[in-house]
């Protein structure tokens, strides 16, 4: 019975033979000195990537060792979707919060009426493209509130603006301006150090 390397070794070889032809096509682009080694370069490359994977070699790993469960692999519970939605629309993050109860609804499960209405104003579709700018968007109404509750000491709310100011409306001077005073009513938090 012959070894893999001498298996793997004479299939180089025979294959090589088979790349005469091809190794024509590349002498205008190496010159006629270098074309006497293509052959030999081609056979040790399919040597190399045939006696890699080599089926004889067994694998002695565990299957737990190979690909270790992480966190990320685990689906979150109906309870953690819920928390999540819940902690995004604190945040006045109107569109994320759309988006996790799109997925809660999608389970079946019945939504707690601000959730509900979340969805329903937001009018979440999961096909669309999402971008930054829809993300962060505000509409005039949700503005209107946040700046309300903004000036009244809401911090979340005033981040929230900056959010918006910053990263979804178009970059004006003036909308330069409002992300900053609504930063500054956030206490200069909203902007990543």
């Known amino acids: 019975m012959k070894r893999p390397s001498e298996n793997c070794f004479s299939d180089g070889l025979r294959l090589s033979a088979s790349f005469l ?12 000195k270098n074309m006497k080694r293509l052959p030999a370069i081609f056979a040790a490359l399919l040597l190399f ?6 089926s004889a070699m067994p694998d002695n790993r565990p299957a737990s060792q190979e690909h270790p469960p992480t966190a990320s692999d685990a689906v979150p519970t109906n309870e953690e979707l819920s928390a999540y939605a819940e902690e995004h629309l604190a945040a006045y993050r109107y569109h994320d919060a759309a988006a996790w109860a799109y997925e809660l609804k999608r389970r079946g499960i019945t939504l707690p ?3 509900q209405q979340v969805l329903d104003e937001e009018r979440y579709d999961p096909d669309a493209p999402v971008s930054t700018g829809s993300i962060y968007h505000l509409r005039p109404q949700q503005i209107d509130l946040l700046r309300e509750k903004a000036e009244n000491g809401d911090t979340a709310a005033a981040k929230r603006l900056w ?6 409306a178009e970059q004006t001077p003036e ?3 409002q992300a900053d005073y609504w930063d ?5 938090s909203s902007q990543p150090k």
């Not at 990537?49 to 080599?54: A, D, Y």
């Not at 500054?184 to 200069?188: D, L, T």
């Open 21 to 32: 032809p091809a190794c024509r096509l590349f002498k205008p682009f190496i010159g006629v």
């Open 163 to 168: 959010q918006y100011y910053s990263l979804s």
């Open 175 to 177: 909308n330069k301006r």
């Open 113 to 115: 009426p601000r959730l």
């Open 184 to 188: 500054a009513k956030a206490g200069g």
């Open 49 to 54: 990537t045939s006696c890699r994977g080599n």
